[in-house]
């Protein structure tokens, strides 16, 4: 319009869409949707006046320009009437086709200002701070902007057949389609409504009641496909219908003869070689007309047939329950069967358990049966045993006595036949039966002098490993000055015979193999005096650990038995010949071969009160007699048999 108008030709208007639906033919069948545009919670009133009823419309009224800016300065906001298109309103055309006369001047009158007078803003809120305005704004929305939604009703029901969603916080509230199909044809057939709109904005405490409007579909007006091609202004609280082909409304602040004026309307469509296609024949519409209507009786029969269905399903819906439980049942039945048949199995297995349990009970009960008859026995004879036990344990206490005399006159035997004696002037150097034998030190020493003193050893050790029930891991062969030893576990080079066999002898031998020969006799000794609770404290020193192994072996109480002939038959004895009366006659005897010195005489009396103290092990005090004690039980026999 406005092309045509700065032109200045007269164009015939652009063709509006066709609806598809004739007035008449429109149901709420084909209701799909509902919108509200432009909407207001303040009533604004229904009929626009002509002119103001005020002085001011009088023509002999004062218009000066100070009056002219102050009336333009108190008009309110104004409301918009469009939220599709803010475009300015088009005018209508009349109907011959000219240019409508312009509703307002084409340029505005300005009042002239004089002198005194003060030029004033026409913008509200220009001085405002961004505060106030904020404010301002905030308060138009809260007043503008609401919770809206709307009800469907029908006539003969006073329930409505549809309830639509909140549309939160908007001007234009949107609703989600919806179809009226499930209503029924009582409903889907009818082409009149009421729809109810309700409102609520901030400043509201409840719902607002804000519309009633009913209309019937054939006085709607068909605005198009979109309201993207619709120029015209909609009115405050505007209510749009979306149909099948469209979107209708009513305009009911139209003037009369533009609603009355003839639509213009989209030529038919043409045949592509330029005929206009026939229309359908009077027979096709009628009985297009009469298959609508044997559908919709078929709906009506679907529905009658439905509701009969519902009424007999209500009449017996005890019998169908019943019927619907009978599976479920029959599901819980083989639940509790199977539960049932595995508690028999459980049954039946505890009860084998028990049956076991049972026997098993009364098997021990015959055996503790028998056990106490046998206790009972045993306690009767119990005294008699104890009495024996009592003898035995005397016996064996006098066995064991007399056994460690006989190792104690052993070793006052060895000590007599082999003595030791302290070398005078030299420390810790010691000679047996007048032969010096060094402490693992043999380059000054003479080779016939040392091989005789270590046979002598070797004769010793020997004789003691039986009567100490210790077996030698490196045992001795006895050949006099030509003794050899043993050590099973040597690997070395075969020498001469045997390499695993060491001597005792310096000379015709390799030196290093006499020394391992040595060390081997020093370690039974250190094994000896180990039976015996002695812990040398150089295992180099051969005769001095020798010495103080004879020294505590031969302590003890008591006088030492005779040796008699026979060997074990002087244990049996009572009565004998002592060789000498107490352990301390040893000392005298090892002594008095000659004076010791004076380091030897503190060597003696360290060893004296070793002696007399006890040695120790884990704790516990160890004598020599307690020594023999602890190993008497192994080799008795085969060491009394030596005695002899």
Same mark, same amino acid.
């Given at each position: 319009?406005?092309?045509?108008?700065?032109?200045?030709?007269?164009?015939?208007?652009?063709?509006?869409?066709?609806?598809?639906?004739?007035?008449?033919?429109?149901?709420?069948?084909?209701?799909?949707?509902?919108?509200?545009?432009?909407?207001?919670?303040?009533?604004?009133?229904?009929?626009?006046?002509?002119?103001?009823? /005020?002085?001011?419309?009088?023509?002999?009224?004062?218009?000066?320009?100070?009056?002219?800016?102050?009336?333009? *300065?108190?008009? &309110?906001?104004?409301?918009?009437?469009?939220?599709?298109?803010?475009?300015?309103?088009?005018?209508?055309?009349?109907?011959? &086709?000219?240019?409508?006369?312009?509703?307002?001047?084409?340029?505005?009158?300005?009042?002239? $200002?004089?002198?005194?007078?003060?030029?004033?803003?026409?913008?509200?809120?220009?001085?405002?701070?961004? @505060?106030?305005?904020?404010?301002?704004?905030?308060?138009?929305?809260?007043?503008?902007?609401?919770?809206? #939604?709307?009800?469907?009703?029908?006539?003969?029901?006073?329930?409505?057949?549809?309830?639509?969603?909140?549309?939160?916080?908007?001007?234009?509230?949107?609703?989600?389609?919806?179809?009226?199909?499930?209503? &029924?044809?009582?409903?889907?057939?009818?082409?009149?409504?009421?729809?109810?709109?309700?409102?609520?904005?901030?400043?509201?405490?409840?719902?607002?009641?804000?519309?009633?409007?009913?209309?019937?579909?054939?006085?709607?007006?068909?605005?198009?496909?979109?309201?993207?091609?619709?120029?015209?202004?909609?009115?405050?609280?505007?209510?749009?219908?979306?149909?099948?082909?469209?979107?209708?409304?009513?305009?009911?602040?139209?003037?009369?003869?533009?609603?009355?004026?003839?639509? $213009?309307?989209?030529?038919?469509?043409?045949?592509?070689?330029?005929?206009?296609?026939?229309?359908?024949?009077?027979?096709?519409?009628?009985?297009?007309?009469?298959?609508? /209507?044997?559908?919709?009786?078929?709906?009506?029969?679907?529905?009658?047939?439905?509701?009969?269905?519902?009424?007999?399903?209500?009449?017996?819906?005890?019998?169908?329950?019943?019927?619907?439980?009978?599976?479920?049942?029959e599901e819980n039945l083989r639940t509790v069967q199977a539960a049932v048949d595995a508690e028999k199995r459980r049954v039946n297995h505890a009860r084998g358990r028990r049956d076991e349990l049972k026997a098993n009970?009364?098997?021990?009960?015959?055996?503790?049966?028998?056990?106490?008859?046998?206790?009972?026995?045993?306690?009767?004879?119990?005294?008699?045993?104890?009495?024996?036990?009592?003898?035995?344990?005397?016996?064996?206490?006098? $066995?064991?006595?007399?056994?460690?005399?006989?190792?104690?006159?052993?070793?006052?035997?060895?000590?007599?036949?082999?003595?030791? *004696?302290?070398?005078?002037?030299?420390?810790?150097? #010691?000679?047996?039966?007048?032969?010096?034998?060094?402490?693992?030190?043999?380059?000054?020493?003479?080779? /016939?002098?040392?091989?005789?003193?270590?046979?002598?050893?070797?004769?010793? $050790?020997?004789?003691?490993?039986?009567?100490?029930?210790?077996?030698?891991?490196?045992?001795?062969?006895?050949?006099?000055?030509?003794?050899?030893?043993?050590?099973?576990?040597?690997?070395?080079?075969?020498?001469?015979?045997?390499?695993?066999?060491?001597?005792?002898?310096?000379?015709?031998?390799?030196?290093?193999?006499? *020394?391992?020969?040595?060390?081997?006799?020093?370690?039974?000794?250190?094994?000896?005096?180990?039976?015996?609770?002695?812990?040398?404290?150089?295992?180099?020193?051969?005769?001095?650990?020798?010495?103080?192994?004879?020294?505590?072996?031969?302590?003890?109480?008591?006088?030492?038995?005779?040796?008699?002939?026979?060997?074990?038959?002087?244990? @049996?004895?009572?009565?004998?010949?002592?060789?000498?009366?107490?352990?301390?006659?040893?000392?005298?005897?090892?002594?008095?071969? &000659?004076?010791?010195?004076?380091?030897?005489?503190?060597?003696? *009396?360290?060893?004296?009160?070793?002696?007399?103290?006890?040695?120790?092990?884990?704790?516990?005090?160890?004598?020599?007699?307690?020594?023999?004690?602890?190993?008497?039980?192994?080799?008795?026999?085969?060491?009394?048999?030596?005695?002899?």
């Amino acid at each position: 319009m406005a092309e045509s108008t700065l032109s200045g030709q007269s164009a015939p208007p652009p063709p509006r869409e066709r609806p598809w639906l004739l007035p008449y033919n429109r149901k709420l069948r084909h209701l799909q949707g509902i919108t509200i545009r432009n909407l207001t919670l303040t009533s604004t009133p229904s009929r626009l006046r002509g002119k103001t009823i /005020d002085d001011e419309a009088i023509p002999s009224t004062l218009k000066s320009p100070t009056k002219a800016l102050a009336l333009r *300065e108190s008009k &309110g906001l104004a409301h918009s009437r469009s939220s599709s298109d803010l475009k300015t309103k088009e005018t209508a055309r009349p109907s011959n &086709g000219s240019l409508p006369e312009p509703t307002t001047p084409t340029k505005a009158t300005r009042p002239s $200002v004089g002198k005194g007078l003060r030029r004033r803003t026409t913008m509200e809120w220009t001085n405002a701070s961004p @505060l106030t305005r904020q404010k301002k704004l905030e308060d138009i929305t809260a007043d503008r902007m609401a919770d809206t #939604f709307f009800t469907l009703h029908v006539e003969k029901q006073e329930e409505p057949v549809y309830i639509s969603e909140v549309a939160e916080k908007a001007m234009n509230p949107n609703f989600k389609f919806f179809d009226l199909g499930p209503c &029924g044809p009582g409903v889907t057939r009818l082409d009149k409504l009421t729809v109810k709109v309700w409102a609520k904005s901030e400043s509201m405490s409840s719902w607002q009641y804000l519309m009633d409007y009913t209309v019937r579909l054939r006085s709607l007006q068909f605005i198009g496909k979109s309201l993207g091609t619709f120029r015209h202004s909609l009115p405050q609280n505007c209510i749009l219908f979306h149909m099948t082909d469209g979107i209708y409304t009513s305009f009911t602040d139209l003037p009369t003869p533009e609603r009355a004026g003839n639509v $213009v309307l989209a030529p038919p469509k043409q045949h592509p070689d330029g005929r206009i296609p026939n229309s359908s024949s009077y027979d096709a519409l009628m009985r297009l007309s009469t298959l609508d /209507d044997c559908i919709q009786d078929a709906l009506v029969t679907r529905d009658r047939i439905a509701d009969e269905i519902e009424s007999i399903l209500a009449v017996n819906r005890g019998a169908i329950s019943a019927m619907e439980q009978v599976p479920e049942t029959e599901e819980n039945l083989r639940t509790v069967q199977a539960a049932v048949d595995a508690e028999k199995r459980r049954v039946n297995h505890a009860r084998g358990r028990r049956d076991e349990l049972k026997a098993n009970i009364e098997q021990r009960r015959q055996k503790m049966k028998v056990g106490q008859e046998q206790q009972q026995h045993v306690d009767r004879h119990m005294p008699e045993q104890r009495e024996k036990c009592g003898e035995i344990k005397e016996l064996i206490a006098q $066995v064991d006595e007399d056994i460690l005399g006989q190792r104690r006159r052993v070793c006052e035997d060895l000590l007599k036949l082999y003595p030791i *004696e302290p070398v005078p002037g030299k420390s810790f150097a #010691f000679s047996m039966r007048g032969l010096l034998l060094p402490n693992s030190e043999f380059d000054d020493a003479k080779d /016939d002098v040392t091989a005789a003193a270590l046979s002598y050893v070797a004769q010793v $050790v020997s004789q003691l490993s039986p009567y100490l029930s210790v077996n030698l891991p490196y045992p001795i062969t006895l050949h006099g000055s030509a003794s050899t030893i043993e050590d099973p576990l040597a690997v070395g080079v075969n020498t001469q015979n045997n390499p695993r066999t060491y001597p005792l002898y310096m000379k015709g031998v390799v030196r290093y193999r006499f *020394e391992y020969g040595v060390f081997l006799l020093n370690k039974n000794i250190e094994i000896l005096s180990n039976a015996l609770g002695l812990r040398p404290i150089d295992i180099r020193q051969t005769l001095p650990n020798l010495k103080y192994l004879l020294y505590v072996a031969t302590a003890g109480k008591g006088e030492l038995p005779a040796r008699k002939a026979g060997g074990i038959k002087g244990l @049996l004895r009572k009565d004998g010949m002592s060789s000498r009366k107490g352990s301390m006659d040893s000392t005298a005897t090892a002594s008095s071969a &000659g004076t010791p010195t004076a380091e030897l005489q503190k060597n003696l *009396e360290d060893v004296g009160a070793k002696r007399i103290s006890h040695p120790r092990v884990n704790g516990a005090p160890v004598t020599a007699v307690g020594s023999l004690k602890q190993n008497s039980g192994m080799h008795t026999g085969s060491k009394l048999r030596h005695v002899g």
